[in-house]
């Protein structure tokens, strides 16, 4: 390997990712110096489609990206239907019900939002994104991170920086060189992801949820459609080796109107596997260093903000940059104040989307008869319905029900309020 070259930025950051390639961006839009670095050798690939929710809706318009996506590859997708296994309806959650301009969930194709970002970026500050980077060490001095060590096409490359954020993912090589202890839970599930043809009458998304079954259907843009199915981590393969047809009629058995999409299946390029974990660190901070998305807290996909958490943390934190560059204080103290922003709204949907693992894959039959109930509930309750809309949407920091608001939506207690939305609303309203 030959001489080391040597770098200096404000802020280096490892992954570009939804966080890291989020948080150069918006670094560079504030004229502050920065690096993102990628192991990959170029922008993602691959069938990974992508529900951009309200609050990722945000931060793209603030971005200056929302309205640059190619309309050929987004959708908005207005209601969502949950639906028994086997057809009967259980509940409609209506994105509407949120103020506009962003009331509408937006489903667009494979990384198209993730390369626009990536595009931008590299307008914007080129020479800022470098792939094929692969991270080694952290330098220190003292107790103090100052930049990192990487290797690039076979030489290495040291980085040196104010600021050093790890924006790899659950698995983060950055987290581990910190020494912050976290605790990565695999769950026993992932999902069998698909693009397929749309039906010409596919406009609204539904959810199937039954014993030990989860899949989802979403319109596309164009004439695809999403189709997400519940499978054992690892059974891919067995899935495979079983066959197309078999697969098809698993699907069919859950809703026999999948058909013309079920059909439309005839190559296993057309699917992919997402594994689902969650990663809880113990701390988001060090002297000189941050962690940011799946690195400090991979939610499970049922809270549908995981990538959406990614942005908002990177948003986060590149507001607060300027602040600290001002006092030149890059310590742990200092640094925290992101972490005191970002926790609370990502605990809520740790632990919220750890309750839906339990209650929606459920194989017992009083709790699914229970999770049922409160589906139904969610059609009569106008106020607590908006609050489950308003937390899926990133809107809220605080669970969407207390203990009498569970019994309530379970129709086990009247709701003297059910027909009035939440004061919250109101006031995003006004």
Wanted: glycine share 10%.
């Amino acid at each position: 390997m030959s001489a080391a070259m040597t770098e200096r930025t404000d802020v280096v950051v490892i992954g570009a990712g939804g966080g890291g390639a989020v948080l150069g961006l918006a670094l560079a839009q504030k004229g502050i110096k920065a690096q993102v670095l990628e192991q990959a050798s170029g922008p993602p690939g691959g069938l990974r489609g992508e529900i951009l929710q309200p609050n990722g809706q945000q931060i793209l318009h603030r971005l200056g990206l929302l309205d640059k996506l190619p309309a050929d590859a987004t959708r908005p997708v207005r209601y969502f239907h949950f639906c028994r296994v086997g057809g009967e309806r259980l509940c409609t959650v209506d994105y509407g019900m949120l103020p506009p301009p962003h009331n509408r969930a937006l489903v667009t194709l494979p990384n198209v939002a993730h390369h626009a970002i990536l595009k931008a970026l590299e307008s914007r500050a080129p020479g800022s994104l470098r792939y094929g980077a692969t991270f080694k060490r952290l330098l220190r001095e003292g107790n103090r991170v100052v930049g990192v060590e990487v290797e690039c096409d076979s030489k290495a490359m040291t980085v040196s920086a104010k600021l050093v954020v790890g924006a790899d993912g659950a698995l983060s090589k950055v987290r581990d060189a910190l020494g912050i202890a976290a605790k990565l839970h695999m769950y026993p599930e992932g999902y069998l992801i698909a693009i397929l043809e749309r039906p010409k009458e596919m406009e609204e998304a539904r959810y199937f949820v039954g014993k030990k079954t989860i899949l989802g259907a979403f319109p596309a843009a164009g004439d695809k459609a999403y189709l997400f199915y519940m499978i054992p981590a690892g059974s891919m393969q067995q899935i495979k080796d079983a066959g197309i047809e078999a697969l098809r009629k698993r699907w069919l058995a859950i809703d026999p109107t999948l058909e013309p999409m079920a059909k439309s299946l005839v190559d296993w390029k057309q699917t992919a596997y997402m594994p689902t974990g969650r990663v809880k660190a113990k701390t988001w901070v060090a002297d000189g260093a941050v962690l940011i998305g799946d690195a400090a807290h991979a939610i499970n996909p049922h809270a549908s903000q995981g990538r959406m958490q990614a942005m908002v943390d990177a948003m986060a934190l590149a507001d607060l940059v300027p602040r600290w560059l001002e006092r030149n204080d890059w310590s742990a103290s200092s640094l925290a104040e992101y972490e005191r922003v970002r926790r609370p709204q990502v605990n809520m949907l740790q632990k919220l989307a750890d309750e839906q693992v339990f209650f929606w894959n459920t194989g017992n039959p009083f709790l699914g008869y229970l999770r049922d109930r409160v589906f139904k509930g969610m059609d009569r309750n106008k106020r607590l319905s908006y609050r489950v809309l308003a937390t899926t949407a990133g809107f809220r920091s605080e669970p969407p029900f207390g203990l009498l608001d569970r019994l309530m939506i379970a129709g086990f207690m009247p709701d003297p309020h059910a027909d009035r939305l939440p004061a919250d609303a109101a006031a995003r309203e006004a």
